[in-house]
Structure formats: C-alpha cells, structure tokens
C-alpha cells in the first residue's frame, strides 16, 4: 500500500478451514438465497453456509480510552422504533450494510437481501433522531444492488468504505466510498479477492491507523478467507503473515476502545453446534481471552457491537443448533472486564429471535442500532430497534407564529426517548429568566425578533436543542372610510381600510349590512334598495391579531322619469323629426335635464326637445335628468330611421338541364325591417316566398323568375331573375371520306345540339394530330387505320364523346413475270402476278393466255405451250375499294430444228464431240447475249421486288412495305381471256 507499511508481526499459526466447516457451508447464506416458503414450513437442515456480521462499532481516535462504566447503570432495555412488527422501514431484509457516519450524524444503510423481491437491494438509507430517511433518489451513482457487504467509517480519510459483498449467486470484490452525500466506485491497483460479510470482521483499527479487514467468506468459490488487509487513502494492502491473521473460524468482531482491541467471537461450530471463544486482535496478533460466562448455546449470524454508553459490548441474537434445525436466539448478551453477562432476564422488552440481522452504534444518540433479519421460519424481519435506550427525540411547538407584546404566547416540548429523568429548559432571548417543563408560559414586553431555545438532557448525559424566532410586535388598530356616506339606490360606495400595528400581511374581510360581503382593502359596493347600513371591515393579521371597524351609510329611495317621443313612434323613414319629452316623477324640481341623440349631434338641454335624423339607422336618444339635491336619473329611447328600400335578387345557377332545380338567394336593406319577399317562377306554378326559396323547372325554356319585396314601412320592389334551362347536349360527327392513298386529306365535320353553346371542342385523329375546332381538316401521311376521337363540352360542363376510322394504305401496283421467258413447244412456263398497295383484298384476270395454260384461278398460272409464237400476256388487279392496276409479259414459244442423225438415212449429219462443245459454247454465248438484249429493253424493277428476270409491269417502284397478306399468290382471281 502506497505510502504506508507495517513492522512485521508475528502471526499465530492458525489451520486453514477444515473439510468440516466448508461441509458446514455458508448456512445464513443459503437462508438469504432460498427462504424456504411460506410461513409454517419446517426450516431446511442447516449445511450449506453460515453467517456473521461485522458489526463494526465507534471509531474513536488512536490512544482515547473508553470512560469508566458507570457504578450504577442505566435501566436496559431494547425499544422497537418501527411503530409494530413487522415490517417497518425500511423494509424486511437481511445482511445489510450498516455503520455510522459522523458526517450526516446518523446510521448509514445500503442494501441486504429483500425477501419481498427475493433479491438484494440496492438503496441507501440514513437513520437519525429515531427516524428513517430514503437518500436513494438523490444519489447520481451507487454500488449495485447487494446483501452481506463489509462497511465501516474511516476516521481518517473521512469517509464511509463499503467492500465486496453478493448477488444471488455471484460474490463481488468493488470499493466504494460515500462521502459528501454521494458513493463513489474506487479502482484501487490491489484489492481483496471478492468476499462477503460473514466470518469477517472490517473496523477501524486505531492501533493501526488504518481500517482492517481480517476473514470473510466466498459463496461462488465455497471457502472461507483468512487474509488480513488494510485499507487508507483509498489504497489496500495485503497484510497476511505480517498483521496478524484470525482465527480458522471468526464469526463477527468490533472495535472495543475500553481495550484498545477489536474483540471478536470465534466458534468451530458446525450445523449451529460447537464449542466458541472470545478472542481480540491488538494491532499485530490475535488471542484467546480467558472469559468466564460465555455465551451459550453457540450463537452464530447474531450481531456484535461495543456500547460506548455502558463501556461494554454487546452481542445479540443468532442461531443454534436444535435437534439438527438451526433455531435462533433473542438473548442479549454483554461483554466488559473479561466477563460475558447475559442480560436477557433483566430486559423487560427484547426484538424477537433472529440471525442475519444488522447492528452499528450511534454515539450521538448513544445507543445501540439494530436493524432485520431473519427469524427461525425464515420470515424477514424489518422492525428497528435501539438499546439500552430509546434516542432522545424532540418536538418544540408554540401558540402563535408572531408573537403581541404584553400578550401571552405558550410554548411546548414534545420529547421522546432517552433515559429519564429528563431535564427540561427554556430560554426566550429578552434577557428573561429561563423557565423548565413540557409546557411553559411567557409575555414578551418589547418588540423585536428572539429566539427561543430548548434543551432536553437525559439521565446518561445525551441531549437534544430545538430552537425558534420568534417575532414579537405591537397590538393591531384597525380604521374604515366610505365614499359618498349618502346617496339614492341605487347607490355606489367606495370603501377603504387601514392598519396599523401588527405584522403583515394584513386580511380584510368586509360585511356591508345589506348581506353583501367583500374582501381588500379597498372595495366598491352597490347599495340597491334605501335604507341605513353599517359597514363594518374586519383586520386580520400575520400574529393573528383580529380588529374591528364601521361606518354607516344612508341609502335614500330615488326619483323616476318617464320617456315619450311624438309622434306616438320611434320608427320613420329619413329625413324623420322626433319630439322627445322626459317627465320626472317622486321629487321635486326644479330639473335639469341634457339630451343625446345617438347620431353624433351636440347635447340639447331641456326637459321637452326636437331632433331631426337625416340618415337612416338604430340610434339610442338618451337623457340625463338631476333633481334640486343633485341626483341623476338616466334614460334612453331606441330611434329605427329607415331609408330607400333596396334589394338584391339571383340565381345560385342561373342555368341547368331540365328537370332543373333552380336556388334563389335576395337579401334587402335600408327601409324598414321586417321584409317579405314573394317569388313568381315564370312557368304557371305557384308563388315561393322567403329570401332563399327553391323551385323545379321541368321543361326546357328560357324563365324569368319575380321577386316582390316589401318592407314594413311601405316600400316595395320588384326583381327580375332570368333563368335558362336546356335538354341535354347531343352531338354527331362525319367527314367527306374515310379512306385513300397516302397522303390523304379528311374534311371533319360536327354538329351539336342541346345544352348550352358549346364552348370546347376536342379533336384526336389517331395519329398524333389534334384539333380544337368545331370543324377540322387533317392530312394522314403515313398509312393505317386511325381511330378519330371527338369530344364537346357545354357551358354546364355537360361532356358528349364521338369517333369514326380513316382508312390510309398506298396506291395499288402490280407487277407480272414469266419463267421462262422462251421456250420450246410442249415446254412448261410459269406466269406469276404480285400486287402491293391497294385496300382489303385484290382480283386476278388475265389475258392473252397462250393455249396450253388452263383456267387461271390465282395469281400464279402454270402452262405447257402448245402453239408457238410471241403472246403479249397480261394481268389486272382490282382491290376492295375498286382500285385497280394491270401488267404485261411478252412470252416466247418456238417450234425446234430437226437434226441430222448421220448413216441410217439421217436428216442430221453426225456431230463430233468436239463439234458438239463448241456449238454447246457458241450457242451460250449467243443465248447470253440474247438475254442481256432483252433485259436492257425493259424497266427494271425496284430492288426490293420479287420478280423474275422476265418481270415487266408499271409502276413497281411504289412502296413494298405494306402489309400484303391479302394478295398472296394463292388467292382466287377473276380468269381473262384465253387464246
């Protein structure tokens, strides 16, 4: 450990845990873990692990010795602080941290084990002054939620030290300090392997200078420690082999100053049974004291702690073994002089038996703090107790916040705890002589501000001060005034309050005598029937002081007047005169009296006047009428000026489709309200009255709707409303034709009917041309069979669609070929017509067939010649919409030349076969020529044709890429003529 170091100390040898007390377990352990059930099941057999607490007590400074115990000491008892038991606060539990912090002046608690959540807690805890106060919530940071942690104060580093402790199942080995209201997680370079409370003791030791940590216990690795450690300025230091280590077994310790030891207890029980002994650890060694009365039966998991009240230590509680169940004990034991007492036949009240509970000393109160635990059922006990006392508790309360000089104020004292006789004593800061008692008496003859202190000591030297200001002033006067104190109802009147004396703030509450109440210092009130009334303000304040004030107010019954105009009505069309006369009645005069017109003209005095409205509208004339004495009587009268009726008159559609419902709206002004209005609709059905009347006209026409309009003085006027309604809209659409070769222009033309004028007119003719005329002509360019769309559109939005189809393709063409061209007599040829262009489907006819080719049926004609000649050939085609084209072929039929066939009597004399290859070369030569001759006297066809090389026809270079499955060669055809 940084910083500091120990003289080597000799250690005594002591044997490592025997296979025996690993058997024995940790049995309070396993009573945390698993609580056994309901209340009324049988505790398990203990085995498995055992418990202590640390208890660690005071931590005076190194070398102050404990006072003498007393020669006579104090009746003991132990007092239950929970108000009932169980549960109390702050809750069942067991193991938890408990030590006292000097800093916050009371006990500090963190965690245990919660039965009700059957896990461990993780909240903090401070018990001063007999009560329990949660710090969980304003803490920002605190170690994990745990049971069986190792806590003690450091007096020296000023600070509390929480170390290890367990999860259900997991033992940890963290350092925290709380110190300034606030844990705080140290990571020091070397610590103690994770442990828990039981079989451990953790105290300050001032011998050593440091907090120590001997023993402890590891459920998750099921072995007890007995290591020795140091704890200062944050940093351990393993001391074992130099401070000197425990015994096998140390089932609690505490630090006793009457020796300057920590004393300990030490057992080699197994399943609560065994033999134990009292040892202490001086700073270097532990021994074994010679005691006489040791506890017994062998308690084990009850909580050891010195009493610095009675300079004795204290040891209460745990378990023990009965008939192999591990029972608990409620005997309070006491330890002092090398003598163990047992005190429980002397107490006359003790906490029930338990183990696992948690005990710490709290010096200011001077008693010993006990907190939970666990009984033999293994219920969880949350009560808390003290010993040998009750802590001193108090209350101080007076009569009054603020104090009246010369009046008397009552002071008592609440007082709780402590060891009696009490001794009580008052002191009230006006230089006074003190008084004593619970309940005293005292006048303050000054003003000012004194505190007053009480003092309450007990028998054992403990006490407690409470202290209080107390304001002390002057006796409360209290004045009223009212503004008028005499009128005529109704009757407004001010009133105003004063104070003077007492403390603020001040309240005033008001009673006005006609029932009325009101509060402030100062109010208004109205006064609505005559009579005397008495005011009267009560003054409150802060001292509680109460003054009363009055004052009378006289209330007479007023003056009436009565209002007329002449003529006999207020209701005229402008310009409108109006004579206006105020009569006043229950007075006497003389009167004044002050006229307003309510249309901006100057006051007219009198009571009888005349006024003239020259505009019209509502204007309220008023009067202001005062008696001889000066009272004031208003009144008014509403003046209706009307002007020339006018009106306004429509239809909300002023046009529709019959059956029509038509919406009227009129709405009129100036005249005189109220106003009627009577409708006539223009087509013999009866009249509609009202200003937003509703009517059905059935048939087409052209209406005009009457609005009579009368106002109540008179006036009439009269609207016309026309209204139109129509038939439906109708439409049809045509064009000058339909088809035609490419490029061809349609004249489009429309008609409509109905509805209101057209006034859209939509034209979509298929290929991507539109139009938005009523009549529209367009040229098609490329060929197909477009779909015309047409649309028209009214002023009602009426929508009337139309189409037709345009036919465009290009013009038909034929074209005539003949394979071959020459040939012998008998020889075969083939005439074959191809067709492009055109509409639908086309038809053959040929002429000037040679004999021999048959019925032609097709555009293909198959012939064996059997005359010769030259034949002009020809073929015409007609297509659906009757176009037609025609095309020739010139066709060549020889008869052959004999030959000689040499000796026989042959024509033909005989040919070498050298002879034969060169007529065979010569005639190919001529043929080609022949050929060529031919070719270059007729039109070629265009590149894409299909015909032969004889192929002869006009106009074939026209357009190839129409869709020509109509004209294939195997259609029918219309046969020519034959030769």
Known sequence: MTGRSFAPRRRSDQPRIATALLAFGFVLSSLAVLPGGP????????????????GAGTTPAAGVRAPVPLASPSAQNWFNLSGGYPPGIPGNRTFAALAYDPDLNGTLMFGGFNQTRFGPDGDTWLFANGTWTNLTANLTSSPSPRWASLMTWDPWDHEMVLFGGRTSYTTLGDTWVFTSGAWSLLTPTSSPSPRQSQFSVFSADPTLGAVYLDGGSCYACGTIDNDSWTF?????????????????VLDYGTWDPSTNDILGYSSTATNCTGTSSTVAFNGSAWTTLNTTSAPGPVPQGGGLVYD????EVVLFGGGYDVAGICAFLNNTWSYANGTWTNQTANLTASPAARCCESVAYDPTQKVVVLLGGAETSQAYIGDTWTFPAAPLALTINRSTPIGVMGTEVNFSANVSGGVGPLTLNWSFGDGSANATGALVHHTFTSLGSFRVNFTVRDSQGRSLNRSAVLRVVGPLVAGVRATPLLGEAPLWVNFSANASGGAAPFVYSWTFGDGGLGSGASVTHLYRTPGNFS?????????RQAERAAVNVSVVAPFTISLRTVPGTSTGDAPFLVNFTATPTGTTGPY????????????????????LYTAPGTFEAEVAVTDAVGHVVNGSVVVQVGGPLSVSASALRPAGLAPFPADFLASAGNGTAPYAFTWSFGDGSPN?????????YLDPGRYVAVLTTTDDGGGRVVTDVPVEVVSGLIASVSSNTTYGTAPLWVAF??????????????????????STTANATHRYATLGAFVVNYSVSDALGEVVHRNLTVDVYAPLRVG?????????????ATLSAVSTGGSGSVRYAWGALPPGCGTPTSAVVTCQVTRPGTFNVTVSVEDSRNDSATASVELTVVTPTPTNSGSGGSTNPAVTFGELIGAVAIGGLIGAVAVFLGLRSRRLPPPDSTAGPAESGAGLEGPTDVDRTAHNPGSPINPGPTN
Do not use: K
Not at 821 to 828: P, R, T, V, Y
């Open 816 to 828: 005539l070929s003949a394979t071959p061209a020459s040939l012998d007599i008998g020889g075969n």
């Open 535 to 543: 005011a009267t303000v009560t003054v409150r304040d802060g001292s």
């Open 592 to 611: 004044t009296a002050d006229w307003g017109f309510g249309d901006g003209s100057p006051f007219e005095p009198g009571l009888n006047v005349s006024h």
């Open 688 to 696: 509609g009255t009202g200003a937003a009347p509703s009517h059905l």
């Open 232 to 248: 200062l300025g944050g940093t351990w230091q393993n001391d074992t082999g130099t401070v000197g280590g425990g015994p096998a």
């Open 39 to 54: 209340v009324g099941r049988s505790a398990p057999t203990v085995g498995s692990e055992r418990a202590g607490l640390s």
């Open 308 to 311: 610095a009240l009675d300079s």
């Open 749 to 770: 033309d429309s008609t409509v009917g109905g509805g209101l004028p057209a006034d859209s007119f939509s034209w979509s003719f298929g290929d991507g041309g539109s």
